[in-house]
Nanobody, 114 residues
Framework: QVQLVESGGGLVQPGGSLRLSCAAS????????MGWYRQAPGKQRELVAS???????SYYDSVKGRFTASRDNAKNTVYLQMNSLKPEDTAVYYC????????WGQGTQVTVSS
């Protein structure tokens, strides 16, 4: 059974930081492009960052320079370091493993508010 479990979300003040983790089981993420998505209330889910099997990362324009995606294949885990958070970053954040099949986690809430 494949599971992706996100963690690390929470409430943070504007300008603060959070580090999200996505721990996978049932699949070796080394063979998957891993993505971080977010969905704010009333909005469509959007891709925030992705990291290829080779470790190359790309980012949505609004998070460039603030967010950093990384992966640890030995731990079967991917991370999203989020700095200089803004209220508009508030959303449920999901990780996705994209390969022959796609798998999604259940999401973790990130709220940026003073």
């Amino acid at each position: 059974q494949v599971q992706l479990v996100e963690s690390g979300g929470g409430l943070v003040q504007p300008g603060g930081s959070l580090r999200l983790s996505c721990a996978a089981s049932g699949i070796p993420i080394v063979f998957y492009t891993m993505g971080w998505y977010r969905q704010a209330p009333g909005k469509q889910r959007e891709l925030v960052a992705s990291i290829t099997t080779g470790g190359s990362a790309s980012y949505y324009d609004s998070v460039k320079g603030r967010f950093t995606a990384s992966r640890d294949n030995a731990k079967n885990t991917v991370y999203l370091q989020m700095n200089s958070l803004k209220p508009e970053d508030t959303a449920v954040y999901y990780c996705k493993a994209a390969g022959q099949y796609n798998y999604w986690g259940q999401g973790t809430q990130v709220t940026v508010s003073s």
